[in-house]
């Protein structure tokens, strides 16, 4: 395993640590590169007609201008170019992603743009679950997730959201054993 950005407290000990799988790539093509990519078709389908509407009357050439000429061609380009820079992203994305699990709390370290560090100890645990979506189940990949009081759900729509997930693991059942384990004995010493 690649060097840590982690920093242990005193008496703190890694148990677990982790990266996603190559595999969680397939997830979020469908997830992040897809919708990047229908975003920029959007918003340059509506700037050029907007902005290409404006400059056809400003200049006169409503009869001989056709916007939605000018936008399939810059569709065609720009899609293409957003969907490779997205998915060029979430491969160095990847790349950043560290779990680790300590004998204190669960620690997630990750991204280029804005770099997050996020741990939750177990005093604050509510719950954990492993998931796998429909996509995972095909490549062979599940998801982690930490659940704490705070953010249990969202709204009334049923979504949950949890506080860190440890996504695109080929051995979640053991990084959830060694949780549930460091868990039980936490609450039941508290230490």
Known sequence: MA??????????????????????????????VIGTALIA???TFWSLGVFGGIWAAATNEGQGFNPLSSIGQA????????ALAA?????????????????????FIGGLLMKKRRSVHYHKVTDVEVS?????QLLGIRSLKIFTAGTSSMGGWGWERAEITFAGLKEADTAEQIVNSTL??????GE
């Open 3 to 32: 060097e840590s950005n982690i920093a242990l407290n005193d008496g703190e000990k890694i148990l677990w640590q982790g990266r996603p799988e190559a595999s969680v790539l397939g997830v979020w093509f469908f997830t992040k």
């Open 87 to 107: 998915f060029a992203y979430v491969v160095a994305l990847r790349k950043t992603y560290q779990y680790f699990v300590t004998n204190q709390r669960l620690v």
């Open 41 to 43: 078709s959007f918003l």
């Open 184 to 189: 039980k004995s936490y609450r039941a010493t």
């Open 132 to 136: 796998q979506n429909f996509l995972e």
């Open 75 to 82: 569709l065609r380009i720009v899609v293409p170019l957003c």
